[in-house]
């Protein structure tokens, strides 16, 4: 393959541990771009396995892959903090090791740069699919084409969710205008980023598809951690909350938002799921949540009481169970038109073939 002889522009950072094969397909989907100009950076946690030889073996072929394997494991978050501090190209994105770039990602990207030059981050539509190619949603579906202005693309996330980070080109400025990841934010550390970002830098977005995004598939029904989801999520609320380039009115907006949502998503139908799920000491925790923090003692209330019928009396477990799997045929009812329009890109994840 003709490389080019110019300075790569953009530079994917792939974090991995222990999935070589998956990794081989994620470098793939890069490489396999229309726009040329890129470098992938391989951060290896330690892996001691066949990885490093991987790597090896296809940056040998292509030059643009970089590989640096730390001598011991220092953590997913902070691998994918160590890769963005290491990024001096104009422009970066962050790529899970089993998850896949869709061929005209970057030039598609780098279009609305072209067009909209003031904007920190290019985002385009993610497919989530499982790993037999059963598409589960899209990103950005509700969203408009086009710039936003600040605060307008915090609005739009708090409105109709964030872009998933696999579908996003950064500019690098935004690194010295915004900061890294925050620790504390942990898991969804990827949404608070981009909400610091478009509350006061402005967005490019388009709806094209631009990666797939892989959920596993013991992982698409697991259950929520409490125990660490809920304390991000205050400081994710703390993070803008303190920001004062930011109005008062947005804000609290966001604040308000963000509560909202964390209750309608992961306390569905009053927290039913954990009862479902026969985690006792998660729904303990998410009634405590309900009435500290926002302050519905008669639905904590409820809830203690439906996880207490439910260990003493497994009719009542059954009528449960089965509320919880119509909640979920509901909330995938539109998963045929969805299916329909995406299933084609699954052939991608046969790249590590």
């Known amino acids: 393959m003709a490389l080019p002889d110019s300075s790569p522009l953009i530079t994917t950072v792939i974090p991995t541990y ?6 081989r397909r994620a470098i793939k989907s890069v490489l396999a771009q229309t726009y040329p100009h890129f470098q992938v950076c391989i951060y290896d946690n330690a892996s001691g396995d066949e990885t490093e030889a991987v790597v090896r073996e296809m940056s040998a ?12 494991n220092i953590g997913g978050f902070k691998n994918f903090v160590y890769g963005m ?14 998850d896949v770039l869709l061929p005209e990602f970057f030039q598609k990207a780098i279009d609305g740069f072209g067009k909209h030059p003031e904007a920190m981050l290019s985002g385009l539509a ?18 408009q084409e086009g710039f936003y202005a600040p605060p307008e693309g915090l609005l739009a996330m708090l409105k109709y969710r964030h ?5 996003i080109l950064f500019r690098r400025d935004v690194l010295h205008k915004v900061g890294f990841l925050d620790e504390e934010t942990n898991e969804p550390a990827d949404l ?6 478009a509350a006061r830098w402005p967005i490019v977005i388009s709806r094209e598809p631009g990666a797939i995004l892989v959920l596993h598939r013991d992982s698409v029904t697991s259950s929520v951690r409490l125990d660490s989801l809920w304390p991000a999520w205050q400081k994710i609320i703390r993070n803008l909350m303190e920001d004062e380039n930011i109005s008062l009115d947005v804000r609290a907006h966001a604040r308000d938002s963000l509560l909202r949502f964390f209750r309608r998503h992961y306390f569905a139908l009053g927290g039913l799921a954990f009862v479902v799920n026969k985690d006792w000491r998660q729904a303990e925790q998410a009634a405590a949540i309900l009435r500290d923090s926002y302050h519905r003692p008669a639905q904590a209330l409820l809830l203690r009481g439906l996880s207490w019928v439910s260990r003493k009396v ?31 890109y699954a052939s991608l994840l046969d790249l590590a073939n």
């Open 18 to 23: 222990r999935r070589p094969k998956l990794l």
């Open 61 to 72: 072929e292509d030059p643009r892959i970089r590989y640096h394997r730390h001598p011991e």
């Open 85 to 98: 501090e290491r990024v001096e190209t104009p422009f970066f994105s962050l790529l899970s090791d089993d």
């Open 126 to 143: 993610t497919i989530h699919m499982d790993d037999g190619g059963q598409v589960w949603s899209v990103s950005l579906h509700d969203w």
């Open 163 to 167: 872009p998933d980070w696999t579908g």
């Open 192 to 197: 608070d980023f981009e909400l610091r970002i």
């Open 314 to 344: 497994p009719p009542a477990y059954w009528l449960m169970s089965g509320l919880n799997a119509l909640r979920k045929s509901l909330r995938s009812f539109k998963k045929p038109l969805i299916l329909s329009r995406y299933a084609g």
